[in-house]
């Protein structure tokens, strides 16, 4: 039982750390990015992006608090965090071609959170299923 609290507060810590990313990004003027690649891409990201974002740290962070609460939503509060990363990301890898500037190594981020917020949502589904879960 002790693994399930080390994994959920550790899934709440990311989830946090991805909403701060999350208001500093939308907040930030282009000079603040660190590079011009990166202010272009926030620059020309459509809003339909940018709401994928926002839904996938907000309800990530519910799914968390749901894990921490143990509640069976969880994994489909993780589920559709996972499907807001993987349409934002998929927007920077296919619509802007952050490949094309920052090259292979522009992949290895969004394949941490993506795997992460995988992880996250088989696990609190598990949890469901072992009834950990309420």
């Known amino acids: ?58 309800t990530g962070t519910v799914g968390a608090v749901a894990l921490l609460m143990r509640r069976k939503a969880a994994w489909v509060l993780f589920a559709v965090s996972l499907a807001g990363i ?3 990301f998929g927007w920077s890898i296919f619509g802007f071609g952050i490949v094309e500037y920052k090259g292979p190594s522009s992949l290895i981020f969004p394949g941490i959170v993506a795997a992460i917020a995988t992880f996250a949502m088989f696990y609190a589904y598990h949890k469901k299923m072992d009834r950990t879960l309420r």
Request: negative net charge; charged residues 10%.
């Open 86 to 88: 993987i349409v934002q």
């Open 1 to 58: 039982m002790h693994r399930f609290w080390i994994i959920a507060v550790a899934l709440f810590v990311w989830s946090i750390m991805g909403d701060a990313a999350y208001i500093m990004q939308v907040t930030a003027s282009p000079d603040s990015l660190g590079d011009p690649i990166t202010a272009q891409a926030f620059e020309t990201m459509p809003p339909w992006a940018w709401g994928a974002y926002a839904i996938a740290v907000w």
